[in-house]
């Protein structure tokens, strides 16, 4: 997974919060209530906006720092990792779903989308499962408990 550091410009709206935008990455813009949650959603929308690019086999744009900020905005360097797997495609279903179907509780199935085994994506508070890696996981057949040391040699 690739590390990588871009500068966002927060600019203040007249209703309240702010609205993000990446000077090096045109077209991606975000916003938030409070200058935390538009940091946060800058990171979440530069990693969506580079793992596509990754996806696409497209070069990043280079990092560059100091943009002119007017309107009482704030410039910050946001820091984020990603790679292409973070691009999900194809169909999703919640994790409540997803764990009713492999038999297993929520809480492990986000476990297993952090350890690869499925794949998805958090939104908020909400997990999403792609329906083919948990098709995939039940034609697996996995048994219950810890592997064997003999199966792991």
């Known amino acids: ?27 991606c813009v975000t916003e938030g209530e409070t200058v935390e949650e ?23 744009p280079k990092a560059t720092f100091g943009a002119d900020v007017e309107d009482g905005g704030l410039a910050i360097a946001v820091f984020f990792e990603t790679d292409e797997n973070y691009i999900v495609s194809g169909e999703v279903m919640s994790a409540a779903q997803a764990s009713r179907e492999l038999g297993v509780s929520p809480g492990r199935v986000t476990h ?11 939104e908020g508070r909400r997990t999403y499962v792609t329906v083919e890696s948990v098709e995939r996981r039940k034609a697996d057949d996995p048994k219950a408990g810890r592997p064997k040391k003999a199966a792991m040699a």
């Open 112 to 122: 297993m989308i952090d350890a690869g085994i499925l794949e998805g994506y958090r």
């Open 1 to 27: 997974m690739g590390k990588y550091i871009y500068e966002a410009v927060l600019h203040p709206d007249e209703e309240g919060g702010y609205w993000v935008t990446v000077p090096d990455l045109p077209g």
């Open 38 to 60: 538009a940091a946060f959603m800058a990171a979440d929308a530069m990693k969506t906006y580079v793992a596509s690019l990754l996806m696409d086999g497209r070069r990043l």
